[in-house]
């Protein structure tokens, strides 16, 4: 069974900074890519960042590229999201999945293994 836990979400200020994780089980995160995702209030899903295996290993969306970053810990299973300069608009519920999918500029990079797991997502608020 292939679980994926989300946390670390919450309030910060605009310019400031928070870390996500998405800890798994049922697989090894060093084995699959792992991709990010967020839902903002009344919006379409979005992939923002993608931790792939095989190079260049990372990649973001224009929204978040230069100020997202994402890192995995073998040891513990868990795939983190760094996100710094945080803006209002980076208000959202953030999800991971076993799965990528996303658009820089026109391109669109997609990695899917026939599995289709999702976390249940953490809030994130930027706000004064």
């Known amino acids: 069974q292939v679980q994926l836990v989300e946390s670390g979400g919450g309030l910060a200020q605009p310019g400031g900074s928070l870390r996500l994780s998405c800890t798994v089980s049922?697989?090894?995160?060093?084995?699959?890519?792992i991709g990010w995702f967020r839902q903002a209030p009344g919006k379409e899903r979005e992939g923002i960042a993608c931790?792939?295996?095989?190079?260049?290993?990372?990649r973001f969306a224009d929204s978040v590229e230069g100020r997202f970053a994402v890192s995995r810990d073998g040891i513990k299973n868990t795939v983190y999201l760094q996100m710094n300069s945080l803006k209002p608009e980076d208000t959202a519920v953030y999800s991971c999945?076993?799965?990528?999918?996303?658009?820089?500029?026109?391109?669109?990079?997609?990695?899917?293994?026939?599995?289709?797991?999702w976390g249940k997502g953490t809030p994130v608020t930027v706000s004064p």
């Open positions: 049922g697989l090894a995160v060093e084995d699959y890519a």
């Open positions: 999945a076993t799965k990528c999918s996303l658009f820089q500029g026109i391109t669109y990079f997609s990695r899917y293994y026939g599995m289709d797991y």
């Open positions: 931790l792939d295996d095989s190079e260049p290993y990372t």
